[in-house]
């Protein structure tokens, strides 16, 4: 009838009132990451050492309709974790899934080549990082009584990698984080896993493949969509996944299944 059409009410959002933060958000998988949290109604705490990245994503968040706040931390540094879960808390009051994301690569060569400052810098940021950030995020969500949260590691953390070991044994240390922690945790409502990507298309990886560096990984024979692999990292922090914990999740097309 003519002038009784009420609006249909608008579908809440999976995560709406829920506070996501991602770490390593400035850029490629925690990008990914942190705009799908903001599309599914997640407030966002976008964490990273890069200035404009970091400020990029948060404005993307806020431009789609969604809120973000962008913190520039460094994770392999105590002080600035402890102040990136207190600016957490002041701004949005909770903490309910933490995306453990940031991480660094290491060029390619053989393990009796290495360099000690190139281990430092390694373990400080993958294994160190994951676990300062853990420590901080599990006391706030023990207040709260519960939260997820995702360690990224990398199908490097299942299998081993040549010439970039010091990588692999840094994201093998993040499944026994993930694992531990998930024990330890799973009796006060906090669910925590670790996700394992395969070769994601970020702007490095697209280089090295068009200049012939890097053949596109069997048996799918592309690599992953960064998006691919949020969307793992979110249900893996939704209530579907609500008994998923310890659990490694493989996104690699298949990879390591052959
Ligand atoms: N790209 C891939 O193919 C792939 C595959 C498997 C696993 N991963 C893992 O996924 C994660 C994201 O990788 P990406 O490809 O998106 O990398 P990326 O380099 O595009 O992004 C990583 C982000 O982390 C930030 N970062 C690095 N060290 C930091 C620190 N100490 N404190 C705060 N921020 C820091 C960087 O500034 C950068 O913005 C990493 O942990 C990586 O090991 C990536």
New binding site residues.
């Given amino acids: 009838m003519k002038g009784t059409s009420k609006a249909q009410p608008v579908a809440e959002l999976p995560f709406t009132g829920k506070v996501a933060l991602v ?10 990451t942190a705009l799908a949290f903001g599309r599914a109604g997640a407030c966002v705490v976008v ?4 200035i404009d ?2 400020h990029a994503t948060a404005a993307m968040i806020v431009e789609s309709g969604g809120k973000a706040l962008f913190v520039r ?5 105590s002080g ?1 974790v402890a102040a990136l879960i207190e600016k957490t808390i002041n701004y949005y009051g909770r903490l309910d899934f933490a995306v ?6 290491e060029e390619a060569a053989p393990l009796a080549d290495g360099e000690e400052e190139q281990y430092d810098r390694i373990m ?3 294994v160190k ?1 994951v676990w300062l950030c853990m420590k901080l995020q599990l006391r706030q969500m023990l207040k709260q009584g519960g939260g997820a949260i995702v360690n ?6 299942l299998v081993g990698a040549p010439n970039r070991a010091i ?1 692999a044994a ?2 093998h240390a ?1 499944v026994g984080l993930t694992r531990s922690a998930a024990a330890e945790y799973a009796r006060e409502g906090i669910r925590i896993n670790a ?11 697209a280089r090295a493949a068009e200049e012939g560096q890097l053949e596109a990984p069997a048996p799918m024979g592309r ?2 969509e ?1 998006a691919e ?1 949020a969307n793992a990292a979110l249900w893996l922090c939704s209530e579907q996944a609500s008994y998923v914990n310890g659990h490694e999740l493989v996104v ?1 097309g298949g990879f390591t299944a052959v």
């Fill in positions: 770490t390593g958000a400035a850029s490629g998988l925690g990008r990914a964490a990273d050492t890069a990245g970091g931390s460094d994770i392999a540094r600035d453990n994301n940031a991480g660094v690569d400080g940021a993958n990082g990224v590691s990398s199908v490097s953390g990588y840094s994201k993040v996700l394992c990507p395969g070769a994601v298309k970020t702007p490095h990886m690599f992953a960064a692999v690699d």
